[in-house]
């Protein structure tokens, strides 16, 4: 199958894709290699590989923070929309309002672990945004936007 | 992911395949503090196999590090994959490892 063919086949004809998975780090490999063909197809190898390392890192959040966040566990439910002139990824129901301010990279002088997925996130996207979940009063969306890419 | 272990004169070396992140990270994170426990001169993570890598597994590649650092033994990063590299780099911390050619 040709690049062009594979994209027209799964990009073209569906913008919008989403999945829902429980917030389970099992789970996470699933999320990578739902989003991979699609970034694959659009994006560079190495831009491709950042994307995809994005979208888990803010999985991930959901996993590691789900016993606050959610009740019970939850579920990581997100949507990817291939728009003409960038990518979004909506991670639905992504926190609650006051733990926005929470949620900012750290100093990478001080070498120590944890704390860096949010500066991944932050340095891949070209946008990465807060808005209210509508369909869920006091939660909120995590919205990322990478502009640029073929198609 | 799938962590091999060879041991020789100089320690051991660790020869991780899969991908490190949330689920499997901790299972490096135990591996190296077992090895520890036989107070190796050297530990060496070979990391040449590994396609992906998140910020957990990071933060496991520190913690080794400063394990190591504490007990006195040597420790480095061997033949790691280009998609590691990335990572590091974008982190910051490349250059923080020792890192070896296979």
């Not at chain 1, 991670?91 to 990478?108: A, Q, S, T």
């Not at chain 2, 320690?11 to 190296?32: A, H, N, Q, W, Y």
């Not at chain 2, 998140?54 to 061997?78: F, H, P, T």
């Amino acid at each position: 199958m040709s690049h062009g063919a594979r994209r027209g086949s799964i990009l073209l004809s569906k913008p919008t894709l989403s999945i829902d998975v429980p917030a389970s780090a099992g789970y996470l490999k699933c999320v990578r290699g739902f989003v991979k063909p699609l970034f694959d197809a659009r994006f560079d190898e190495e831009i491709a590989h950042r994307l995809v390392l994005a979208v888990d890192e803010a999985c991930s959040n959901i996993v590691k923070h789900g016993q606050t966040w959610f009740s019970p566990r939850g579920r990581i439910a997100l949507e990817l929309i291939d728009r003409k002139k960038a990518v979004e990824i909506r991670i639905l129901n992504f926190c609650g309002e006051n733990e926005v301010d929470k949620i900012k990279p750290r100093d990478l002088e001080d070498i120590k672990p944890g704390g860096l997925g949010t500066h991944f996130i932050a340095e891949i996207m070209d946008s990465v945004e807060f808005v209210p979940d509508k369909t869920r009063e006091g939660r909120m969306q995590l919205v990322m936007i990478k502009e640029g890419g073929s198609k | 992911m799938k962590i091999d272990k060879t041991e020789g004169p100089e320690g051991v070396t660790l020869i991780v395949s899969g991908d490190v992140d949330m689920e499997s990270s901790p299972k490096l994170r135990d591996e190296i503090k077992k090895c520890l426990k036989a107070k190796p001169g050297k530990i060496r993570l070979r990391l040449h196999d590994v396609p992906y890598i998140d910020s957990s597994g990071v933060a496991v590649l520190i913690e080794g590090m400063r394990w190591c650092k504490k007990k006195g033994a040597d420790y480095s990063l061997v033949a790691i994959s280009d998609n590691v590299k990335a990572v590091l780099d974008l982190s910051k911390l490349y250059g923080v490892f020792t890192v070896e050619a296979d």
